[in-house]
């Protein structure tokens, strides 16, 4: 059997004051990374909220390209946007924000050669997109417990394989004709509609304050008079249109008397 030590009450007072520093620390180190977990996942919903706005806004673009009446300002400005979307590309993916001048001769090259290097960019991005999505994917389906719960071969599978699994069944929908294009309203729609929704979550959670009219009325009240000291008064608002009653003489014959008794017809009776 374990002895028990002989502690004096100095000693047990300084075990009790070093345990509670070192829970206090822990409790620091904690809300620290819960501080910076919540900093990290706001951050990441604004970069979604911003790529989805984006992705709203670039779908006229998408649209006007198809179009066959095309001139020289329209196809200035697709490649102006190219370029915007390739230099922000790579500063997410490398983070070098020296890129400003990186894509201005890819742009205003052949046909052949920007699709050539569009093409050489997503492959070297395809592979950071698939380890990223496939980790995110599998995060969501462990917190929302699909894991234990799926009997699908496709819910199994990852979430890169879904996708391609996806671009292959609509390329076989396809026609021969439209080997370049690819029908992404429903992607879009339904990104539209999440927009929305956290648009309007957003303002009815933060709702502007507004202000009321009993808060507006503030009594004045004067602090400084004590009970009793100080005669208070209500102050009565002016007359209008007021005049001092006018004494007339009275022009009738009959007295007040006679003249009352003769509205109920007893003037000219007499008592029997």
């Keep these: 059997m374990k002895k028990k030590r002989n502690l004096s009450v100095f000693d047990a007072i300084q075990e009790l004051e070093s345990d509670d520093v070192k829970a206090e620390k822990k409790r620091r180190k904690r809300t620290t990374t819960d501080r910076l977990r919540a ?6 919903s604004k970069v979604y ?5 984006c992705r709203i806004l670039l779908q006229r673009a998408t649209t006007s390209v198809g179009e066959e009446e095309q001139n020289d300002a329209v196809e200035q400005d697709c490649n102006t946007l ?9 500063k997410l993916v490398s983070g070098d924000p020296d890129v400003d001048g990186k894509y201005e001769d890819v742009v205003n090259s052949s046909c052949d050669d920007l699709d050539a290097v569009l093409q050489e ?14 980790k995110r994917h599998n995060n969501l389906k462990l917190h929302s417990g699909l ?20 671009m292959e069944y609509e390329g076989l929908r396809e026609n021969d ?39 507006s009325k503030k009594k004045q009240v004067d602090r400084g008079a004590s009970k009793g000291r ?5 102050e009565i608002p002016k007359l209008v249109n007021f005049t001092f009653p006018l004494s007339r003489n009275n022009t009738s014959n009959l007295n007040q008397d006679e003249w009352f008794q003769s509205l109920f017809g007893g003037a000219g009776s007499k008592k029997s």
């Design 147 to 166: 894991t234990a719960k799926s009997q699908f071969k496709v819910m199994d599978s990852s979430f890169w394989e879904q996708v391609e699994g996806t």
């Design 82 to 90: 190219l370029k915007s979307l390739l230099q922000a590309r790579s």
């Design 230 to 234: 100080k005669i208070r008064y209500k």
């Design 49 to 53: 909220n911003h790529l989805v706005e």
């Design 39 to 44: 900093e990290a996942a706001q951050s990441q």
């Design 121 to 134: 960019e997503y492959e070297a991005c395809r592979d950071i997109w698939k380890t990223v999505l496939n």
């Design 177 to 215: 004709d439209q080997k370049d294009t690819f029908d992404d309203s429903k992607v879009y729609q339904q990104l539209l509609k999440d927009f929305v929704a956290t648009s309007a979550n957003a303002n009815s959670a933060t709702p502007r304050p507004e202000k009321s009219s009993k808060n």
